[in-house]
C-alpha cells in the first residue's frame, strides 16, 4: 500500500509584517509538518505566532517566504479565488470567540459554508446539518438564535460549522479562551471525540491542561518552533533579562 504524504507539510515558512519602516518577523523558519488523522497543539507564549502560523495554515494569510503543501498541493501562489474554494472545502475553523451571526439560526449558521459550494441540494445541505449538529449535541436547538444559548453552547454550534462540509483539517485558534472551566472542558472532550472518529485537528492553545488533550504537542517562541525544554530555558531567560530591567529602573 502506498504511504500517504502528511496532509500538512510548511518548509522554511517566514511571515513578515511591515509597518513604516519597521520590519516585524512574526514567523521565522517554521518547519511543520501534519499526518492524516493527526491531532496537534500548537503552544507558547504571546505573541509567539501561534495565530499567524494558523492563518497561513487556513489560507487566511499568506507566507513571505517558504513552501506550504496541503492534500499534496501547492498553496503559495494560487489565486485568491481558488484560495477561498480550497479554504471552503479543505479546512474548517473554530474560533475563540464563536464568529456566528446573529441574526442567523443555529441551523442557518452552521449551513451557510455549504451554500458557497455548487452541486448540493437544499435537501442534501439539510441532511448534513441536521447530521453535524446530532454530532455536537445542538440539534434541539436548531431554530435558536446565538443569542439565546450559552457560551458553550454557541462553541458546539461553531464546532458543527466547521465540520458540516467534512473537511480535510480542523483548525482551533483558542477554542475555549471565552469559556468557563466547566465549558472549555466540554469542548475539548467534543474535540479528543472528534479526533477518535477520524478529524484532523490542529489546534492553538496557552492552556497546557487543554494542550495536553493533544495527541503530539509542539511549541512556539519568538516566530520560531521549538522543544518542550528549549521553551522553558527561553521562558526563564526572559524572565531573568525582565527582572534585571525592573531592578535596575528601580535603582535610579
Known amino acids: 500500500m502506498t504511504e500517504k504524504n502528511p496532509l500538512v507539510l510548511m518548509m522554511d515558512i517566514a511571515k513578515v509584517f511591515y509597518t513604516d519602516d519597521v520590519?516585524?518577523?512574526?514567523?521565522?523558519?517554521?518547519?511543520?509538518?501534519?499526518?492524516?488523522?493527526?491531532?496537534?497543539?500548537?503552544?507558547g507564549p504571546s505573541g509567539c505566532g501561534k495565530s499567524t502560523l494558523l492563518s497561513i495554515l487556513g489560507l487566511l494569510d499568506t507566507p513571505t517566504g517558504g513552501q506550504y503543501f496541503l492534500n499534496d498541493m501547492a498553496v503559495g501562489d494560487i489565486a485568491t479565488d481558488e484560495?477561498?474554494?480550497?479554504?471552503?472545502q479543505e479546512v474548517g475553523f473554530i474560533f475563540q470567540s464563536f464568529n456566528l451571526i446573529g441574526d442567523l439560526t443555529v441551523f442557518?449558521?452552521?449551513?451557510?459554508?455549504?451554500?458557497?459550494?455548487?452541486?448540493?441540494?437544499?435537501?442534501?445541505?439539510?441532511?448534513?446539518?441536521?447530521?453535524?449538529?446530532?454530532?455536537?449535541?445542538?440539534?434541539?436547538r436548531l431554530s435558536h438564535y446565538p443569542a439565546q444559548l450559552s457560551g458553550g453552547q454557541q462553541q458546539r454550534v461553531a464546532v458543527a460549522r466547521a465540520l458540516v462540509g467534512s473537511p480535510s483539517i480542523l483548525l482551533a485558534d483558542e477554542p475555549t479562551g471565552n469559556l468557563d472551566s466547566r465549558n472549555g472542558e466540554a469542548v475539548m472532550v467534543l474535540l479528543e471525540e472528534l479526533h477518535?472518529?477520524?478529524?484532523?485537528?490542529?489546534?492553538?492553545?496557552?492552556?497546557?491542561?487543554?494542550a495536553d488533550f493533544a495527541q503530539r504537542k509542539v511549541f512556539m517562541?519568538?516566530?520560531?518552533?521549538?522543544?518542550?525544554?528549549?521553551?522553558?530555558?527561553?521562558?526563564?531567560?526572559?524572565?531573568?533579562?525582565?527582572?534585571?530591567?525592573?531592578?535596575?529602573?528601580?535603582?535610579?
Do not use: W
Not at 484560495?83 to 471552503?88: L, V
Not at 449558521?109 to 454530532?135: C, H, Q, W
Open 221 to 252: 517562541f519568538d516566530g520560531r518552533m521549538v522543544d518542550e525544554e528549549t521553551l522553558h530555558r527561553l521562558r526563564q531567560e526572559e524572565d531573568s533579562r525582565l527582572d534585571a530591567q525592573i531592578a535596575k529602573a528601580r535603582s535610579n
Open 23 to 43: 520590519e516585524t518577523h512574526a514567523l521565522s523558519n517554521v518547519h511543520f509538518a501534519l499526518e492524516h488523522g493527526e491531532y496537534v497543539s500548537i503552544s
Open 196 to 210: 477518535k472518529a477520524g478529524s484532523t485537528i490542529c489546534m492553538v492553545t496557552h492552556d497546557p491542561r487543554y
Open 108 to 140: 442557518e449558521n452552521v449551513e451557510l459554508p455549504l451554500t458557497y459550494r455548487d452541486g448540493i441540494s437544499k435537501a442534501e445541505r439539510r441532511d448534513k446539518v441536521l447530521n453535524v449538529l446530532e454530532k455536537v449535541g445542538m440539534a434541539h
Open 83 to 88: 484560495r477561498a474554494r480550497i479554504r471552503n
